[in-house]
């Protein structure tokens, strides 16, 4: 049992390259989640999807775009990265009826946006 | 005014000490109030949730909620080097809807 899985673990993009962040769960949660989480700023959702096949915005979507591919994978594209998108990038997921508190969270990715 | 307030430190303590941490919010929609420990270039983990008001204990730890003043505490009873993280405290009003975390106040405890 992996729990939440990501990949890249750590990635260096150019600015106005593109790249996509992958995130599975093996858990049969139904609600995914992609946060950025920067110095002094905490976590910040960018992106969620309910359940299989919806997408809602978070705080800061600005730049990226999600496909919930499947109920097990959620990925986070970054279509033209800026400076501004360095960050560190968590995915998470949560059943339904735990989802009002408990997220269990990937390990993460680091990106750096030169 | 952000919704979750919480000084992010850092806190230094010794071991044995008694930690207190705090949050402070404006919504007084919020029932679930939760507190994640997120090591060191690690994904954060639930170590602790409290519906509505009151107190929770697990352990060392003990988890209030004051929704009258719109604030919660964790405190850690005798800390530990391990217990060495940072602390985010979070927010919600229902299932299906999205976390709101604090900005998460770094503990280092030396032994």
């Known amino acids: 049992n992996a729990g939440v899985t990501q990949t890249p673990k750590f990635q260096v993009l150019k600015t106005g390259q593109s790249m996509t962040l992958q995130c599975a769960q093996d858990m049969n949660h139904n609600s995914m989640y992609w946060y950025r989480q920067d110095p002094g700023m905490g976590l910040r959702l960018i992106y969620y999807?309910?359940?299989?096949?919806?997408?809602d915005k978070g705080e800061v979507p600005n730049g990226y775009n999600v496909s919930r591919l499947n109920k097990r994978e959620f990925s986070l594209r970054l279509e033209s990265a800026a400076p501004s998108q360095t960050s560190v990038y968590f995915c998470a997921s949560s059943s339904w009826d735990t989802s009002a508190y408990e997220q269990y969270f990937g390990p993460g990715t680091r990106l750096t946006v030169t | 005014q952000k919704e979750v307030e919480q000084d992010p430190g850092p806190l230094s303590v010794p071991e044995g000490a008694i930690v207190s941490l705090n949050c402070t919010y404006s919504n007084s929609a919020f029932q679930y109030f939760m507190w994640y420990r997120q090591y060191s270039r690690k994904g954060p983990e639930l170590l602790m949730y409290t519906y509505s008001s009151g107190n929770k204990e697990d352990g060392r730890f003990t988890a209030q909620v004051d929704k009258s003043s719109k604030y919660i505490s964790l405190f850690i009873r005798d800390s530990q080097p391990s217990d060495s993280a940072t602390y985010l405290c979070a927010m919600n009003y229902q299932a299906g809807t999205a976390l709101i975390f604090g900005k998460g106040t770094t503990l280092s405890v030396s032994s």
């Open positions: 999807s309910a359940s299989e096949g919806t997408t």
